[in-house]
């Protein structure tokens, strides 16, 4: 068995390895696969078998890949746009939770995202990020 993991060692040094997309897509293709297991259509599950064989290759592509710059490039790129979208659903969590006691409001000129109490009237809003000040109607 040690040997088997010098072998194994010895073959992925300077290859790129395990990341944060490595392990979506992993779990992308995990996900269609149970997904096909419910697929009663043969042309359905033809369709998804080729997304797990794309999904699957693109996986060992990377894993494999001695190209170690271009795939932390495609890491970085990966993670910004994962960090955005699930800091969206927080974001959307967040409003949901706060619906009764906060408004959100977005300032009309920098467009930043406005937390204000939930008081009937018209309210003066100064946006902390760029200093403008403008009413807005609360109901």
């Excluded at 974001?91 to 930043?112: I, T, V």
Aim: positive net charge.
């Amino acid at each position: 068995m040690r040997g088997l993991m010098q072998k194994f060692s010895a073959f992925m040094q300077g290859r790129y390895g395990m990341d944060n997309f490595n392990k979506f897509i992993f779990i992308v293709f995990l996900v269609l696969w149970f997904v096909n297991l419910f697929v009663f259509n043969s042309t359905a599950s033809l369709i998804i078998d080729l997304f797990e064989l794309i999904a699957l290759a693109l996986f060992l592509f990377r894993t494999l890949s001695r190209n170690i710059y271009g795939r932390s490039a495609e890491n970085r790129r990966f993670t910004a746009i994962f960090n955005s979208v699930t800091n969206w659903f927080k974001l959307c969590a967040r409003r949901f939770k706060e619906r009764n006691d906060y408004k959100y409001l977005k300032c009309p000129s920098c467009k930043a995202q406005l937390r204000v109490k939930r008081k009937k009237g018209t309210h003066t809003v100064r946006c902390p990020r760029c200093g403008k000040e403008f009413e807005k109607k609360i109901f």
